[in-house]
C-alpha cells in the first residue's frame, strides 16, 4: 500500500505518453508552438510499463493514460494491452480531446480500455474554434460516437470560460444527459501557459445557470477517490463539478503523475518532481519504488487554488501532466 506523508491512501496512477497537443486550447497552451519531444528524451512504452507493473504491485488500482494529448503518440494500443495483460481487472482508462479517436476506438476497447473521459467544452462550431484554435467539433463529435459505439464507458470534461463557452453549459449538460454520458464541468485552473485574460465559471455560478433550468437537483453524497462533486437530477441523472478551488479538494488525494520523460510529480499545481528515468532504463526498479515512496512523501497537503489572491496561478504546464 501507498501511503503520503499526510496519511492519504495513493492508488491511482496518471501517466503520460506525451506532452504535445494538437489543439491550442486558451486554458491550456494557447501559444506553445507547436513542437516534437526528440524520441530519445521520452521513456519507452516499455520502461513506462516497468514501473506501472512495479506500482501496480505496490497497490495503484487505477491507471489514466495522459498527455499531452495521448493519441498522439503511435502504438498506444499495444502499450494499452501491455497493462491490461499484466492484471486485467486494473482500472484503465484515457483522457482526450477525441479528434483522432474515430479511427482508434475500437483498436483501444480491444486492448484492454475500459473507460475514456473526452473534452467537450461546446457545442457551437464556432466557439470550439476559438477554444481550441482550430475547427475541431464535428471530428470530435464522430470520436465521442465512436467510443460509444466500441463500448468504452464514457465521461465528457468541460471547462466553461467567462465569454467564450460559459453560454454552452446547459447545452453541453443537454447533451450529455440524452446520450447517458456523465459530465464533470472544471473550474478554470489558473496557470501561466494560459490566456492571460480568461476567467473561469466557480460552482457557483455553473450551479446557477444550471438551476434555471432544472432548479430541483441535489447534491450526492462525496465519493472521496473521486475529484468531482456529484449532483443529481429528479430523473436519476447525475452531473459533476470539479471544484480545485475549494479549500478541501486535497483533503482525500489519491493521485500520483508519471511525465512521458519520467518525472514522477507529487501534485498538479507545484513544479517538484523527481525522475525515474535513470532508474527504470537500467532496470533499477528497487531504486524506482524507493523514489516513489520519497515523492509520496514529500507530497503537499493541498494545492494553493483556494488561496484568495487573484495573483495565484500555478506554474505548472499542464500539457506535461494531463491535468
Known amino acids: 500500500m501507498l501511503i503520503d506523508g499526510f496519511g492519504r491512501k495513493v492508488d491511482y496512477l496518471r501517466v503520460s505518453v506525451t506532452e504535445r497537443c494538437n489543439f491550442r486550447c486558451q486554458y491550456c497552451m494557447p501559444e506553445k508552438p507547436f513542437s516534437w519531444v526528440p524520441k530519445e528524451n521520452l521513456l519507452s512504452y516499455e520502461d513506462l510499463f516497468k514501473f506501472i507493473k512495479v506500482s501496480i504491485d505496490e497497490g495503484i488500482k487505477k491507471v489514466r493514460i495522459t498527455g499531452g494529448e495521448p493519441l498522439l503518440r503511435e502504438g498506444l494500443d499495444i502499450f494499452i494491452k501491455m497493462v491490461f495483460d499484466y492484471k486485467n481487472d486494473i482500472d484503465l482508462a484515457l483522457t482526450t480531446n477525441g479528434f483522432l479517436l474515430p479511427r482508434v476506438a475500437k483498436k483501444l476497447k480491444d486492448a484492454g480500455l475500459k473507460r475514456i473521459n473526452i473534452s467537450l467544452d461546446t457545442l457551437d462550431h464556432a466557439t470550439a474554434a476559438k477554444m481550441a484554435q482550430k475547427d475541431v467539433l464535428e471530428t470530435v463529435l464522430e470520436g465521442i460516437q465512436a467510443a460509444d459505439d466500441a463500448g468504452l464507458k464514457i465521461k465528457i470534461n468541460c471547462v466553461p470560460v467567462k465569454g467564450i463557452n460559459d453560454k454552452d453549459v446547459l447545452e453541453v449538460l443537454e447533451f450529455c444527459r440524452k446520450k447517458g454520458y456523465v459530465v464533470r464541468f472544471i473550474e478554470f485552473m489558473e496557470n501561466y501557459h494560459a490566456k492571460d485574460s480568461i476567467k473561469g465559471l466557480n ?21 472521496t477517490s473521486s475529484p468531482a462533486q456529484y449532483y443529481r437530477f429528479e430523473d436519476g441523472y447525475e452531473f459533476g463539478i470539479i471544484e480545485p478551488h475549494k479549500d478541501d479538494f486535497c483533503s482525500a488525494c489519491n493521485r500520483i503523475r508519471l511525465t512521458a520523460e519520467g518525472y514522477l510529480i507529487p501534485c498538479l499545481y507545484f513544479e517538484d518532481a523527481m525522475s525515474i528515468k535513470d532508474a527504470v532504463q537500467n532496470n533499477r526498479i528497487d531504486e524506482a519504488v524507493d523514489i516513489l515512496k520519497k515523492v509520496l512523501q514529500n507530497k503537499p497537503e493541498k494545492n494553493k487554488w483556494s488561496v484568495k489572491d487573484d495573483n495565484e496561478v500555478s506554474t505548472r504546464a499542464f500539457y506535461q501532466t494531463g491535468g
Open 203 to 223: 460552482s457557483d455560478e455553473l450551479k446557477a445557470i444550471i438551476s434555471s433550468k432544472y432548479p430541483d437537483f441535489e447534491m450526492v453524497p462525496r465519493d
